[in-house]
Each structure stands twice: as C-alpha cells, then as structure tokens.
Nanobody, 117 residues
Framework: QVQLVESGGGLVQAGGSLRLSCAASGSTFRIVAMGWYRQAPGKQRELVARVTNGGSINYADSVKGRFTTSRDNAKNMVDLQMDSLKPEDTAVYYC???????????WGQGTQVTVSS
C-alpha cells in the first residue's frame, strides 16, 4: 500500500499563487510516477501534471507556463507550484502515485483550491 498526504491549497485571488505538496509513505519503492489531477464541480477528473521516476514531466495544456511540478525521489514528495491562477483553476486537487507490482494507482484525499475573480 501507498499512502498520500497532501498539504496546501486554499483561497486566492486571480493572478495569485499557491503551492501544493504531497508526501508518499508505505511501499514507495513501487512508485513509478507521481503527479496531480483536479476535478471541478460537474466535470471529470483531469491530469494537471505528472512526473516519472526518470524525470519526464507532462503538463495539461491549460496549465503550461503557469504551473510547475517538482519531485524529490529521496523524500517521496511531489510539489505543484501554481502561479497566475485563474478562476477556472478552481477544483479539488488530488495527488496521485502510479505503482507497479501490482499495478495500482493511489490517490490522496484531495485539497480544495478556489480562485476568486
């Protein structure tokens, strides 16, 4: 099992910044990638950013140039720096870890990010 604990989030005005952090524990040796997803009311959960153990990073087009993810493999942590926030970034943000042997995707409890206009 892998446990994910998120921190950060909250309320910010448009144009502001927030930073999310996620710490993994448990069978972290099985993790091959970590990242962030978000789900806005009435919408499907979507990828925000994902980074593999090898350092390959994918960003959603909607956040490119504004959000930056970083990962500390030694500490089993992944951060998401969110700048130039927009009201449409409002959502519950979930930390994710993809593990193998067996292949399982783990989720954090989610943290609310609200951007006011």
């Amino acid at each position: 099992q892998v446990q994910l604990v998120e921190s950060g989030g909250g309320l910010v005005q448009a144009g502001g910044s927030l930073r999310l952090s996620c710490a993994a524990s448990g069978s972290t040796f099985r993790i091959v990638a970590m990242g962030w997803y978000r789900q806005a009311p009435g919408k499907q959960r979507e990828l925000v950013a994902r980074v593999t153990n090898g350092g390959s990073i994918n960003y959603a087009d909607s956040v490119k140039g504004r959000f930056t993810t970083s990962r500390d493999n030694a500490k089993n942590m992944v951060d998401l720096q969110m700048d130039s926030l927009k009201p449409e970034d409002t959502a519950v943000y979930y930390c994710n870890a993809d593990a193998v042997n067996p292949r399982v995707s783990y989720w954090g409890q989610g943290t609310q990010v609200t951007v006011s206009s």
